[in-house]
């Protein structure tokens, strides 16, 4: 518009140059067409640099969106893949749990029947112990008694265990801890009581004949009327005498049983012991069982401990039926009862 006043301007000269004018119109004419044109495709450019602007934003945006939809796809995808992880992990969880409940339910199980177990034990323990001790004892009065015979050797020797220490034994908080070593002890008591009854038996198979021979019973069971020793004169009178042996009251007739084996030496009428039996023993060991009734051996004869060897009586110097029973030892009485002690009457 500014150009068309241009060409307007009265300062320009009007006759010369018409076409000069005409030139210069269509110079600014182009000027302006191609200043519209210019603005045109400036604005088109513009228009066109927007549009695509706005297209590759929108397709930006699409694609984004595409992107996101697909991000969100996967993400979707991996939730249920968790979620699936989750319930499956949840699932482990609950039979990890009703296993474990089990195993636990188990466990409270035999930890009572071990308990019980354990307290059966204990209790075997202490009975095994009892047994082991009353053996023990029992071995003891049987070597006692071997003891106070002469003539027979190894039964010194041996020992009987303690089981007192067993049960002092020190204590650990595990019962099962002092179990085994009680149990331990036990056995270890229970070998040296194993070898103590081997020597038993070996030495009494060496001392058996001697054993054997060896008077240790009462002739007959009675009432002991008179021991040995200095004794009140029983046929009267004053003073005091010497008994050599034991008297034990028994109605005429009455078995009298030889007190060990041996070899009948005498069978028969003997002065004041009437009618005697003497058994030699051996050792120097000799029995007499006096004032008999009637023998029932004779001389030279093996008799053994039990035997029936005469009958009770009243014979030589008595006053009233009973069996006289002595012991000689080496030529000299002695006192009987050290030797009927050692079996109960
Ligand atoms: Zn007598």
């Not at 595409?66 to 249920?80: I, N």
């Not at 039979?95 to 177990?117: G, M, W």
């Not at 303690?162 to 002890?185: C, H, K, W």
């Not at 006289?324 to 009485?333: K, Q």
Request: glycine share 8%.
């Amino acid at each position: 518009m500014r150009r068309s006043f241009e060409t307007a301007d009265p300062l320009i000269p009007k006759s010369a140059p018409v076409k000069k004018k005409s030139i210069r119109i269509s110079y600014d004419a182009l000027r302006i067409v191609v200043s519209l044109i210019l603005t045109a495709f400036l604005i088109m450019g513009m228009s066109l640099f927007r549009i695509n602007q706005y297209k590759s934003a929108e397709s930006l945006t699409e694609q984004e969106l595409a992107e996101l939809q697909r991000e969100c796809d996967a993400l979707l995808e991996q939730t249920r893949e968790l979620q699936d992880e989750l319930s499956y992990v949840e699932n482990k969880n609950k039979s990890s749990q009703s296993i474990l409940n089990a195993q636990a339910e188990d466990l409270t199980e035999r930890t009572t029947t071990y308990q019980q177990k354990l307290d059966t034990f204990t209790q075997m323990t202490a009975e095994l112990q009892d047994k082991l001790d009353e053996l023990a004892k029992a071995k003891q009065g049987i070597l006692d008694k071997l003891n106070e015979i002469p003539y027979i050797d190894g039964f010194d020797e041996i020992a009987s265990t303690d089981t007192a220490a067993i049960m002092n034994m020190g204590y650990s908080t595990d019962p099962l801890v002092n179990l085994q070593a009680r149990f331990e002890a036990l056995l270890e008591m229970a070998e040296v009581e194993q070898a103590s009854y081997d020597k038993l038996v070996t030495a009494y198979a060496s001392a058996e004949t001697t054993l054997n021979n060896y008077p240790t019973i009462w002739p007959v069971k009675g009432a002991v009327t008179s021991t040995y020793g200095n004794r009140t004169n029983p046929m009267g009178g004053t003073g005091s005498e010497f008994h050599s042996g034991l008297d034990i009251k028994a109605s005429t007739g009455t078995p009298v049983s030889c007190t060990g084996g041996g070899v009948v030496k005498h069978a028969g009428e003997y002065g004041s012991y009437g009618i005697l039996v003497i058994v030699d023993h051996g050792n120097g060991i000799e029995t007499y069982y006096a004032h008999n009734s009637d023998v029932k051996v004779s001389v030279g004869q093996i008799v053994e401990r039990g035997q029936l060897v005469s009958l009770s009586g009243n014979t030589g110097r008595s006053t009233g039926p009973h069996v006289h029973y002595e012991v000689r030892l080496n030529g000299t009485a002695v006192n009987p009862a050290k030797y009927v002690s050692l079996m109960p009457s």
